[in-house]
């Protein structure tokens, strides 16, 4: 089960990546890593609430998740007010299944756009 949904996490989610226009290679990048870090965050939180993983599950979802794409460096802010706000945000338009192919992507980067302005 774990396996099946890291893959359906890893393919949904790169569909629906919001890729914001900013200045610097290095900002842009950061930002775009961070908006990974928040769409894997709302996923796997949405998974919690209907009940589809425990808490030992997304724990290891995510840190599997961070490794494979570089992100660990972001587990610090990942726990942060800013990370957790823009998680819980993102989580309350999830579908109700959770599949973020079907997330709504105008609310997906209207979200995602707003909250980056307060991302350090």
């Known amino acids: 089960m774990i396996s ?3 893959s359906f996490l890893l393919i949904s989610l790169t569909s629906v990546l919001f890729y914001p226009s900013v200045g610097s290679t290095n900002e842009r990048q ?3 890593d961070k908006a990974r ?3 894997f965050g ?3 939180n949405c998974l919690l609430n209907i009940d589809r993983i425990n808490s030992e599950q997304a724990q290891y979802i995510l840190v599997t998740q961070l490794k494979k794409d570089n992100l660990e460096y972001l587990k610090d802010w990942g726990r942060g007010p800013e990370a ?3 998680i819980l945000k993102l989580s309350k338009v999830m579908p109700s299944d959770c599949n973020p192919n ?3 992507k105008e ?3 209207k979200i995602v756009s707003e909250e980056m302005d307060n991302w350090e």
Do not use: Q, V
């Open 42 to 44: 709302a996923t796997i």
């Open 37 to 39: 870090f928040i769409g």
């Open 4 to 6: 099946k949904l890291k």
């Open 84 to 86: 957790t706000k823009s």
């Open 107 to 109: 609310k997906f980067n």
């Open 102 to 104: 079907l997330i709504d």
């Open 30 to 32: 950061d930002l775009l």
